[in-house]
Each structure stands twice: as C-alpha cells, then as structure tokens.
C-alpha cells in the first residue's frame, strides 16, 4: 500500500532553514507527481508546492516563492522542501501528498511539525 512518511520537522528561527524529506514506498515513484501542503491552526490545509513525475517542472504558491524549493530523487523515492528565509507565518504542519486522478484519492502522510518562533 501506498505510504509517505515525512521527516525534518521541527522549531527554527525566523530567517532559518529547514528541509522536509518524504520517502514513498507502494507505488511506482518515479510516475507521479507529488505534492507539498501545510496546514496552519485555525486553517485550511493549502497546497505549497508540487513537482512533476521527472521533476521538470515545479508550482508554489505565492507566499513561499523564491524561498522554498521543492525536489525529489526518484532513485529514492523521496520528494524534499528546502525552506529558507522562514516566517513565523510559515507554522504549520507540512504534510506530503501524492494523488490520483482517475480514482479520485489522495494519499497523505502522518505530517511534520514546523514552528517558526524567536
């Protein structure tokens, strides 16, 4: 079965870094876009970035352009979020994601705690 377990996580400074991995493992990686969301108390959980199956081509949401950059090594099956110049806006649980289309079902891993706080 499909599972994505995310790491890396945790408190940072505002200005800091961070990067999330996702290793994958139940499906064919290589084959499938995959996705980046966050989701902040009181809010709704909203897409951050995704990346295509080769990785040729990226998307990110407005507020994290130019400071976050979403990655994966299909050789090993993981996806990565490189997340630099954090704000403390950036707070949320970061959650990998994987979906298909044709049966309408998103595959979600168990999130990642990032807190951004002097």
């Known amino acids: 079965q499909v599972q994505l377990v995310e790491s890396g996580g945790g408190l940072v400074q505002p200005g800091g870094s961070l990067r999330l991995s996702c290793a994958a493992s139940g499906f064919t990686f290589s084959s499938y876009a995959m996705n980046w969301y966050r989701q902040a108390p009181g809010k709704e959980r909203e897409l951050v970035a995704r990346?295509?199956?080769?990785?040729?081509?990226?998307n990110y949401v407005d507020s994290v352009k130019g400071r976050f950059t979403i990655s994966r090594d299909n050789a090993k099956a993981t996806v990565y979020l490189q997340m630099n110049r954090l704000k403390p806006e950036d707070t949320a649980v970061y959650y990998c994601n994987t979906q298909r289309l044709i049966t309408q079902t998103n595959y979600w891993g168990q999130g990642t705690q990032v807190t951004v706080s002097s």
């Open positions: 990346i295509s199956s080769t990785g040729s081509s990226t």
